[in-house]
């Protein structure tokens, strides 16, 4: 199978007139028709073997997680999706991979009406790119510099799930000691993008971005954009059955410092807390408040009765 055979027989699809894409896989470029006066959103994300995902890992749950991670960059933005371009290094032409690989590909890009409209195929150490287009209103996008001090702290989901399932997947005996997870690795290999919710807190929400490194790294850099500070009360982050079976430090760690959960965590004003509520219920997307937005710089962790946490702020740094 050549390379143009490989794009033809598992990438190139006949799926039909998508409003937004004008021209799609085969010629130099693709084009897009964004709504007229829209603006805009990219975001690229890649996934390297052996750095975000283990050698030999299930291909349809690797073709999930690479578009599903970076439609949660548009989530996180509020944009709707337009398309996508996929930047593939393989270091074969399989077959049954690429089969099942496309497989969990498309079913996402199906699901949220995100085609797949261009690329790149090249031989080499397995790593794939994707980078996604979206669009949204001017004025309207959920920026991580827009937080205000009084605003609540908001996150969708519940947090650490796909930490412990990281933990359990490394043999590590603490998180054995829960026993079987109800939707085992599903939470690490299979993220859910929260677009419904985050295309629905554009415009009402002042700030947002998606957990992809752990709640107090990404709390972090809402809080260094805005050039603010936030109080999160520990006791108040929504913690999964799982989780709670564990002592007290592991699931404060997992909730705290776990990355890969790929929820949404966004700042809103008091008066909003009605129609956030509303919105959620919509979107059937449960969100927690977690505390508050302070004006003066710094990040403190509290429990139930104010007691301050010495919590380390520890998040994943690839060259840390
Ligand atoms: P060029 O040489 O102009 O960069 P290529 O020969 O790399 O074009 O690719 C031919 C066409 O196939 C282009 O439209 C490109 O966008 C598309 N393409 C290549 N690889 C992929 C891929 N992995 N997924 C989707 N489309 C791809
Ligand atoms: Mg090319």
Same mark, same amino acid.
């Given at each position: ?12 699809r006949?799926?039909g007139?998508?409003?937004s894409?004008?021209?799609?896989i ?9 709504t ?9 994300d ?16 690797l073709?999930?997680k ?11 933005m ?6 996508f ?12 991979w690429?089969?099942?690989?496309a ?7 199906d699901?949220?009406?995100c085609?797949?409209v261009?690329?790149d195929?090249t ?14 209103a001017?004025g309207?996008a959920?920026r ?5 001090a009084? /605003? ?7 947090l ?14 603490w998180?054995?000691s829960?026993?079987?997870?109800p939707?085992?690795?599903?939470r690490?290999?299979?993220?859910e993008?929260?677009?419904?919710l985050?295309g629905a ?7 947002a971005? /998606?957990i ?14 805005s ?11 929504p913690?999964?059955?799982e ?20 929820e949404?965590?966004f ?9 956030i509520?509303?919105?959620?219920q919509a979107?059937r997307?449960?969100?927690t408040?977690?505390g508050?937005?302070?004006?003066e ?14 919590l380390?702020?520890s ?5 840390a």
């Amino acid at each position: 199978m050549g390379e143009f055979d490989l794009i033809r027989r598992h990438f190139q699809r006949d799926s039909g007139p998508a409003a937004s894409v004008v021209l799609g896989i085969g010629d130099d470029c693709a084009l897009l028709q964004p709504t007229p006066g829209h603006q805009i959103a990219v975001s690229s994300d890649m996934l390297v073997e052996g750095r975000h995902f283990f050698a030999g890992a299930e291909p349809e749950a690797l073709g999930h997680k690479a578009l599903a991670v970076n439609l949660s960059d548009l989530a996180a933005m509020g944009a709707r999706p337009l398309g996508f371009t996929l930047a593939l290094a393989l270091p074969q032409a399989d077959d049954a991979w690429l089969t099942a690989f496309a497989r969990g590909l498309f079913a996402l890009a199906d699901r949220f009406a995100c085609p797949l409209v261009g690329g790149d195929t090249t031989r080499g150490p397995l790593n794939l790119c994707i980078t996604i287009f979206g669009e949204l209103a001017p004025g309207k996008a959920l920026r991580r510099d827009g937080a205000r001090a009084g /605003d609540d702290l908001w996150v969708s989901g519940r947090l650490g799930e796909a930490r412990l399932a990281l933990e359990r997947r490394l043999g590590t005996a603490w998180a054995q000691s829960v026993g079987p997870l109800p939707c085992g690795d599903q939470r690490l290999d299979l993220p859910e993008p929260r677009l419904a919710l985050g295309g629905a807190l554009a415009g009402v929400a002042h700030a947002a971005i /998606d957990i992809s490194d752990g709640l107090s790294g990404d709390l972090g850099h809402v809080l260094a954009a805005s050039r603010v500070g936030a109080r999160v009360q520990v006791d108040a982050l929504p913690l999964s059955p799982e989780l709670a079976r564990l002592p007290r430090h592991h699931q404060i760690d997992c909730m705290v410092n776990g990355g890969d959960d790929y929820e949404l965590l966004f700042c809103a004003p008091a008066q909003a807390r009605a129609e956030i509520t509303r919105l959620a219920q919509a979107c059937r997307t449960p969100v927690t408040r977690i505390g508050q937005i302070q004006p003066e710089p710094g990040l403190t962790w509290v429990d139930s009765e104010g007691h301050v946490l010495p919590l380390p702020a520890s998040s994943f740094d690839h060259f840390a």
